[in-house]
C-alpha cells in the first residue's frame, strides 16, 4: 500500500470515529443547563412564588443571567445557542426551573434572538408595560420568581399572532424523552 492510500484510510477513520464521538456526546447532553450547582429554590415541579434579596440572586446566577433576570438586561443578537435550536422539549426558567416555553411554540424570527409564538401556559408569565429607551414594549417575567426573561410583540406568526422575544441565556432546555416503540 502506498503512504498516501494509507493515509487517505486513516483520515476516514479518523473521520468516522469522530463523528461517532460527536453522537456519543449529543445524546448524553440531553439537557443544557447553566444552572449553577448550588441553587437551592431552583425546582421544575415546585410552583411556590420564589422570593430571595438581590445577594441570594447573585450568589445563584451566573454574571449574565444575573444582569438579565434581575437588571431587565438583554443578551446580545445572536449570541443565544437556542436561537436556531430545533430540539423538541422544554424551556425552563434557568433560575428557578420555571417551564417557560415549550419547542412546538418556537419558530424563526430572524431577530436575534429564540422566539415563541405562546408560552408553555398563560400563568407561566407575567405582563407589564415597558417604555423604557423611547418604546412601547410589554415586559415579560418568570412568573415564580419574577426572572425578565425577554418581551413580547405583536407580530408573530399564527395562530397567536405574537412573538416572543427571549434571552436564551435565561433558558434551560430539557429534551423530550424519547418515545417508546
Ligand atoms: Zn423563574
New binding site residues.
Partial sequence: MTISIKLYFSFCFTTILMSCQGQNIYTKNKTMSTTKNNNPIYSTTDTNKVVMKEEEWKEILTPEQYYIARQKGTERPGSSKFENFKEQGTYY?A??G?PLFVSDTKFESGCGWPSFFAPFQKSTLIYTPDFSHGMNRTEVQ?A??K?HVGHVFEDGPKPTGLRYCINGAILNFEKKPEEKK
Fill in positions: 426558567c433560575a428557578c420555571n418568570c415564580r420568581c426572572a
